[in-house]
Nanobody, 126 residues
Framework: QVQLVESGGGLVQAGGSLRLSCAAP????????MGWFRQAPGKEREFVAAISWSGSSEYYADFVKGRSTISRDNAKNTVYLQMNSVHPEDTAIYYC???????????????????WGQGTQVTVSS
């Protein structure tokens, strides 16, 4: 069973920053696109950011564009999401996901990803 393990969530004040990490030690990580999604209470899961298998292409939802950066370290089988200038509206459970179709371009739909982490809670206080 492939596991994706997120970390780095917690309580942060509005305007602050946080860095989420997702480790995937059992994946052939460097061949797969990775994504971050989030789900707030009472809302559907939504796309946040994605990165190509090589790290050369990044994609962002409009609500994080300009204040977030997705990156990956293929040597460590880890993908990161740096979020700056967070808002209370960023409060959600954040999930990382893997698309294990080798060398596919990252998608923005949850259906594009077939492995998911358990999620990490991010709470932004005003």
């Amino acid at each position: 069973q492939v596991q994706l393990v997120e970390s780095g969530g917690g309580l942060v004040q509005a305007g602050g920053s946080l860095r989420l990490s997702c480790a995937a030690p059992e994946l052939t990580f460097s061949s797969y696109a990775m994504g971050w999604f989030r789900q707030a209470p009472g809302k559907e899961r939504e796309f946040v950011a994605a990165i190509s298998w090589s790290g050369s292409s990044e994609y962002y939802a409009d609500f994080v564009k300009g204040r977030s950066t997705i990156s990956r370290d293929n040597a460590k089988n880890t993908v990161y999401l740096q979020m700056n200038s967070v808002h209370p509206e960023d409060t959600a459970i954040y999930y990382c996901a893997a698309d294990t179709r080798p060398y596919f371009s990252p998608g923005r739909s949850a259906q594009d990803y077939n492995y998911w982490g358990q999620g990490t809670q991010v709470t932004v206080s005003s």
